[in-house]
Protein backbone atom coordinates (compact mmCIF):
# COMPACT_ATOMS: atom_id res chain seq x y z
CA UNK A 1 0.00 0.00 0.00
CA UNK A 2 1.26 3.41 -0.86
CA UNK A 3 2.29 5.61 2.20
CA UNK A 4 1.02 8.69 2.24
CA UNK A 5 3.06 12.20 2.57
CA UNK A 6 4.56 13.43 5.43
CA UNK A 7 2.36 16.57 7.03
CA UNK A 8 4.59 19.85 6.39
CA UNK A 9 4.44 22.82 6.21
CA UNK A 10 3.99 23.41 2.36
CA UNK A 11 2.88 20.13 1.83
CA UNK A 12 5.98 19.70 -0.32
CA UNK A 13 7.46 16.25 0.72
CA UNK A 14 9.93 16.33 3.85
CA UNK A 15 12.97 16.59 3.58
CA UNK A 16 12.93 19.46 0.97
CA UNK A 17 14.15 21.70 3.38
CA UNK A 18 15.40 24.49 0.60
CA UNK A 19 12.01 25.90 0.14
CA UNK A 20 11.41 26.60 4.12
CA UNK A 21 11.46 30.21 5.15
CA UNK A 22 13.37 31.98 7.30
CA UNK A 23 12.93 31.37 10.79
CA UNK A 24 12.27 34.69 12.03
CA UNK A 25 13.06 34.13 15.82
CA UNK A 26 16.67 35.59 17.63
CA UNK A 27 16.14 32.90 20.07
CA UNK A 28 14.14 29.59 20.63
CA UNK A 29 13.09 29.30 24.24
CA UNK A 30 9.98 27.61 24.18
CA UNK A 31 7.41 25.92 22.12
CA UNK A 32 4.71 28.79 23.46
CA UNK A 33 7.21 31.11 21.11
CA UNK A 34 6.00 29.41 17.61
CA UNK A 35 2.65 29.00 15.80
CA UNK A 36 1.46 25.75 13.99
CA UNK A 37 3.79 26.57 10.42
CA UNK A 38 6.69 27.50 12.31
CA UNK A 39 7.12 24.28 14.18
CA UNK A 40 6.19 22.20 10.86
CA UNK A 41 8.82 24.27 9.30
CA UNK A 42 11.11 23.44 11.50
CA UNK A 43 10.52 19.39 11.56
CA UNK A 44 11.23 20.24 7.39
CA UNK A 45 14.23 21.30 8.45
CA UNK A 46 15.44 18.54 10.66
CA UNK A 47 13.83 16.05 8.38
CA UNK A 48 16.28 17.63 5.82
CA UNK A 49 19.20 17.12 8.10
CA UNK A 50 18.81 13.69 8.76
CA UNK A 51 20.77 12.40 5.43
CA UNK A 52 23.71 14.16 7.26
CA UNK A 53 24.08 12.32 9.76
CA UNK A 54 24.27 9.35 7.89
CA UNK A 55 26.51 10.00 5.46
CA UNK A 56 30.15 8.25 5.68
CA UNK A 57 30.95 12.71 5.73
CA UNK A 58 28.72 13.81 8.56
CA UNK A 59 29.79 17.96 7.42
CA UNK A 60 27.68 20.45 6.37
CA UNK A 61 29.71 23.83 6.71
CA UNK A 62 26.72 26.03 6.98
CA UNK A 63 28.28 27.35 10.60
CA UNK A 64 31.67 27.38 9.73
CA UNK A 65 33.45 30.57 11.73
CA UNK A 66 30.57 30.16 14.27
CA UNK A 67 31.04 30.04 17.77
CA UNK A 68 28.42 27.89 19.59
CA UNK A 69 28.84 27.96 23.80
CA UNK A 70 27.19 24.42 25.65
CA UNK A 71 26.24 26.27 28.82
CA UNK A 72 24.86 23.21 31.27
CA UNK A 73 24.36 24.37 34.95
CA UNK A 74 22.20 20.89 34.92
CA UNK A 75 23.85 17.54 34.70
CA UNK A 76 23.49 16.24 31.31
CA UNK A 77 24.91 13.51 28.95
CA UNK A 78 22.41 13.32 25.85
CA UNK A 79 21.09 16.53 25.36
CA UNK A 80 24.75 18.10 26.06
CA UNK A 81 26.22 15.64 24.09
CA UNK A 82 23.36 15.81 21.02
CA UNK A 83 24.19 19.73 21.00
CA UNK A 84 27.43 19.54 20.72
CA UNK A 85 27.46 16.95 17.43
CA UNK A 86 24.56 19.02 16.32
CA UNK A 87 27.06 22.48 16.10
CA UNK A 88 30.37 20.10 14.58
CA UNK A 89 27.88 18.71 12.00
CA UNK A 90 27.00 22.28 10.94
CA UNK A 91 30.84 22.88 11.53
CA UNK A 92 30.67 25.47 14.52
CA UNK A 93 33.55 25.60 17.04
CA UNK A 94 31.69 24.12 20.35
CA UNK A 95 32.72 24.96 23.78
CA UNK A 96 30.99 23.21 26.52
CA UNK A 97 31.05 24.94 29.77
CA UNK A 98 31.79 23.06 32.71
CA UNK A 99 29.89 25.17 35.11
CA UNK A 100 31.23 22.81 37.86
CA UNK A 101 34.61 23.90 37.36
CA UNK A 102 33.80 27.51 36.21
CA UNK A 103 32.98 31.16 38.40
CA UNK A 104 29.44 29.87 39.08
CA UNK A 105 30.92 27.65 41.58
CA UNK A 106 32.89 30.61 43.53
CA UNK A 107 29.33 32.46 43.14
CA UNK A 108 29.20 34.52 40.78
CA UNK A 109 25.50 35.23 39.04
CA UNK A 110 23.58 34.47 36.23
CA UNK A 111 23.74 38.11 34.64
CA UNK A 112 27.54 38.34 35.73
CA UNK A 113 28.15 34.85 33.63
CA UNK A 114 25.83 35.72 31.11
CA UNK A 115 28.11 39.17 30.23
CA UNK A 116 30.95 37.35 30.66
CA UNK A 117 30.30 34.84 27.77
CA UNK A 118 28.78 37.56 26.09
CA UNK A 119 31.95 39.55 25.35
CA UNK A 120 33.28 36.43 24.16
CA UNK A 121 31.29 37.26 21.10
CA UNK A 122 29.80 33.78 20.66
CA UNK A 123 26.71 33.26 17.77
CA UNK A 124 24.39 31.00 19.87
CA UNK A 125 24.46 29.78 23.75
CA UNK A 126 22.64 26.68 24.61
CA UNK A 127 21.70 26.55 28.47
CA UNK A 128 20.38 24.42 30.64
CA UNK A 129 19.20 25.66 34.24
CA UNK A 130 17.26 23.96 37.08
CA UNK A 131 15.03 27.20 37.48
CA UNK A 132 12.96 28.00 35.27
CA UNK A 133 12.91 31.41 33.51
CA UNK A 134 16.72 31.41 33.64
CA UNK A 135 17.29 30.80 30.24
CA UNK A 136 14.92 33.62 28.96
CA UNK A 137 16.54 35.95 31.48
CA UNK A 138 19.85 35.27 30.21
CA UNK A 139 18.45 35.65 26.73
CA UNK A 140 17.91 39.23 27.94
CA UNK A 141 21.51 39.49 28.50
CA UNK A 142 23.96 38.93 25.29
CA UNK A 143 23.73 39.68 22.17
CA UNK A 144 23.91 36.54 20.29
CA UNK A 145 21.07 33.46 19.96
CA UNK A 146 20.09 31.47 22.99
CA UNK A 147 18.35 27.75 22.96
CA UNK A 148 16.97 26.70 26.00
CA UNK A 149 17.91 23.36 26.18
CA UNK A 150 15.63 23.06 29.52
CA UNK A 151 14.91 25.39 32.44
CA UNK A 152 13.40 23.66 35.46
CA UNK A 153 9.43 22.80 35.06
CA UNK A 154 9.01 24.79 32.50
CA UNK A 155 10.19 23.65 28.98
CA UNK A 156 12.38 21.86 26.89
CA UNK A 157 11.62 22.75 23.30
CA UNK A 158 13.96 20.70 20.82
CA UNK A 159 12.68 17.38 22.63
CA UNK A 160 9.49 18.20 21.74
CA UNK A 161 10.33 18.92 18.11
CA UNK A 162 12.39 15.76 18.10
CA UNK A 163 9.17 13.82 19.60
CA UNK A 164 7.05 15.31 17.17
CA UNK A 165 9.25 14.26 14.13
CA UNK A 166 9.82 10.78 15.26
CA UNK A 167 6.13 10.54 15.60
CA UNK A 168 6.01 12.10 12.25
CA UNK A 169 8.64 9.42 10.43
CA UNK A 170 6.43 6.94 11.67
CA UNK A 171 3.20 7.46 10.95
CA UNK A 172 3.51 10.45 8.02
CA UNK A 173 1.12 13.10 10.35
CA UNK A 174 0.72 14.32 13.22
CA UNK A 175 -2.94 15.77 13.37
CA UNK A 176 -5.46 13.46 13.86
CA UNK A 177 -3.30 11.00 16.08
CA UNK A 178 -4.00 10.34 20.23
CA UNK A 179 -0.62 10.21 21.91
CA UNK A 180 -0.91 9.32 25.79
CA UNK A 181 2.23 10.86 27.84
CA UNK A 182 2.66 8.70 31.23
CA UNK A 183 4.51 9.25 34.41
CA UNK A 184 5.71 12.80 36.58
CA UNK A 185 3.32 15.28 34.70
CA UNK A 186 3.67 17.65 37.45
CA UNK A 187 7.29 17.80 36.97
CA UNK A 188 8.43 17.14 33.08
CA UNK A 189 9.46 20.08 31.17
CA UNK A 190 8.89 17.29 28.93
CA UNK A 191 5.38 16.88 29.14
CA UNK A 192 4.84 20.91 29.31
CA UNK A 193 6.53 21.43 25.81
CA UNK A 194 4.96 18.57 24.09
CA UNK A 195 1.76 19.39 24.90
CA UNK A 196 1.72 22.41 23.60
CA UNK A 197 3.34 21.60 20.23
CA UNK A 198 0.65 18.35 20.01
CA UNK A 199 -1.96 20.55 21.17
CA UNK A 200 -1.02 23.49 17.66
CA UNK A 201 -0.81 20.56 15.21
CA UNK A 202 -4.67 19.34 16.36
CA UNK A 203 -3.29 15.86 18.20
CA UNK A 204 -5.66 14.57 20.63
CA UNK A 205 -3.54 14.59 23.75
CA UNK A 206 -3.85 12.64 27.08
CA UNK A 207 -1.92 12.95 30.35
CA UNK A 208 -1.50 9.56 32.86
CA UNK A 209 -0.41 9.92 36.63
CA UNK A 210 -1.52 9.47 39.76
CA UNK A 211 -3.02 12.39 41.60
CA UNK A 212 0.07 13.54 43.07
CA UNK A 213 2.14 13.54 39.81
CA UNK A 214 -0.47 15.77 38.08
CA UNK A 215 0.20 19.83 38.31
CA UNK A 216 -2.37 22.17 40.00
CA UNK A 217 -4.57 23.63 37.12
CA UNK A 218 -4.27 20.10 35.09
CA UNK A 219 -8.38 20.49 34.39
CA UNK A 220 -7.02 23.80 32.26
CA UNK A 221 -4.93 22.42 30.06
CA UNK A 222 -6.27 21.23 26.47
CA UNK A 223 -5.86 17.38 27.17
CA UNK A 224 -7.69 14.54 28.49
CA UNK A 225 -6.86 13.70 32.35
CA UNK A 226 -6.31 9.95 33.20
CA UNK A 227 -5.72 8.44 37.02
CA UNK A 228 -6.28 4.93 35.49
CA UNK A 229 -3.55 3.99 32.87
CA UNK A 230 -5.34 1.18 31.44
CA UNK A 231 -8.24 3.45 30.65
CA UNK A 232 -6.23 6.14 29.26
CA UNK A 233 -3.64 3.78 27.15
CA UNK A 234 -6.90 1.90 25.27
CA UNK A 235 -6.69 3.20 21.56
CA UNK A 236 -3.37 5.65 21.80
CA UNK A 237 -1.47 5.83 18.47
CA UNK A 238 1.80 7.14 20.78
CA UNK A 239 2.59 5.92 24.15
CA UNK A 240 5.15 8.28 25.60
CA UNK A 241 6.50 7.44 29.08
CA UNK A 242 8.56 10.04 31.18
CA UNK A 243 11.23 9.50 33.86
CA UNK A 244 10.76 10.36 37.66
CA UNK A 245 11.78 13.19 38.15
CA UNK A 246 13.68 12.21 41.22
CA UNK A 247 15.54 16.02 41.82
CA UNK A 248 12.41 17.73 41.84
CA UNK A 249 10.41 15.37 44.83
CA UNK A 250 8.60 13.31 43.10
CA UNK A 251 10.37 10.53 45.01
CA UNK A 252 8.08 11.83 47.67
CA UNK A 253 4.58 11.47 45.58
CA UNK A 254 4.94 7.53 45.20
CA UNK A 255 4.26 4.97 47.78
CA UNK A 256 7.40 3.05 46.14
CA UNK A 257 9.42 2.07 42.72
CA UNK A 258 7.40 -1.17 42.85
CA UNK A 259 3.31 0.13 43.57
CA UNK A 260 4.34 3.03 40.74
CA UNK A 261 5.53 0.26 38.60
CA UNK A 262 2.29 -2.33 38.68
CA UNK A 263 0.09 0.73 38.40
CA UNK A 264 2.23 3.43 36.28
CA UNK A 265 4.73 1.07 34.51
CA UNK A 266 4.35 0.10 30.63
CA UNK A 267 4.58 -3.53 30.57
CA UNK A 268 3.33 -5.69 27.68
CA UNK A 269 -0.08 -6.10 29.42
CA UNK A 270 -1.01 -2.55 29.61
CA UNK A 271 1.00 -1.89 26.20
CA UNK A 272 -1.77 -3.95 24.56
CA UNK A 273 -4.76 -1.87 25.29
CA UNK A 274 -2.78 1.01 22.90
CA UNK A 275 -3.25 0.25 19.07
CA UNK A 276 -1.19 -2.54 17.90
CA UNK A 277 1.24 -0.47 15.91
CA UNK A 278 1.46 1.92 18.70
CA UNK A 279 4.92 3.78 19.07
CA UNK A 280 6.69 3.77 22.27
CA UNK A 281 8.87 6.87 23.36
CA UNK A 282 10.82 8.00 26.29
CA UNK A 283 12.94 11.15 26.79
CA UNK A 284 15.61 9.53 28.57
CA UNK A 285 17.06 8.57 30.84
CA UNK A 286 14.99 5.35 31.48
CA UNK A 287 14.20 3.79 35.16
CA UNK A 288 13.86 0.27 33.61
CA UNK A 289 11.39 -1.60 36.16
CA UNK A 290 10.22 1.30 36.66
CA UNK A 291 8.53 3.40 34.45
CA UNK A 292 9.16 0.86 31.65
CA UNK A 293 9.77 -2.71 30.99
CA UNK A 294 13.00 -3.32 30.09
CA UNK A 295 11.22 -6.36 27.14
CA UNK A 296 9.42 -2.72 26.13
CA UNK A 297 12.06 -0.32 26.27
CA UNK A 298 14.17 -2.57 23.39
CA UNK A 299 11.23 -4.24 21.82
CA UNK A 300 9.35 -3.77 18.65
CA UNK A 301 7.48 -0.68 18.98
CA UNK A 302 9.96 0.93 20.90
CA UNK A 303 11.29 3.82 19.04
CA UNK A 304 13.79 5.30 21.72
CA UNK A 305 16.85 4.78 20.30
CA UNK A 306 15.72 6.75 17.28
CA UNK A 307 14.38 9.43 19.34
CA UNK A 308 18.38 9.81 20.16
CA UNK A 309 18.73 10.31 15.93
CA UNK A 310 15.94 12.69 15.48
CA UNK A 311 17.52 15.22 18.36
CA UNK A 312 20.86 15.16 16.48
CA UNK A 313 18.91 16.48 13.34
CA UNK A 314 16.45 18.60 15.53
CA UNK A 315 18.98 20.54 17.01
CA UNK A 316 21.12 20.52 13.72
CA UNK A 317 17.59 22.38 11.98
CA UNK A 318 17.78 25.00 15.01
CA UNK A 319 21.29 26.19 14.87
CA UNK A 320 20.91 26.27 11.43
CA UNK A 321 17.75 28.70 11.51
CA UNK A 322 19.16 30.54 14.36
CA UNK A 323 23.07 31.29 12.66
CA UNK A 324 22.63 30.35 9.42
CA UNK A 325 20.08 33.08 8.32
CA UNK A 326 20.96 35.57 11.21
CA UNK A 327 21.06 38.51 9.16
CA UNK A 328 17.52 37.73 8.30
CA UNK A 329 16.12 37.89 12.22
CA UNK A 330 14.02 39.95 12.43
CA UNK A 331 12.76 39.41 16.43
Do not use: W
Request: proline share 5%.
Amino acid sequence: MARSKPQTSSGSPAGTASSVPPFKHRHLLGIAQLNPVEILELLDRAEAMIPISRQPRKILPTLTGKTQINLFFENSTRTQASFEIAGKRLGALVVNMSVKTSSVAKGETLIDTATTLNAMQPDVIIVRHSAAGAVELLSQKVGCSVVNAGDGAHEHPTQALLDALTIRKHKQRLSGLTVAICGDIANSRVARSNLMLLNALNVRTRVIAPTTLLPKGIENISAEVFTDMRAGLEGADVVMMLRLQHERASGRMIPSAREYYRFYGLDAEKLALAKPDALVMHPGPMNRGVEIDPAIADGAQSVINEQVEMGVAVRMAVLDALIAEKSQVTS
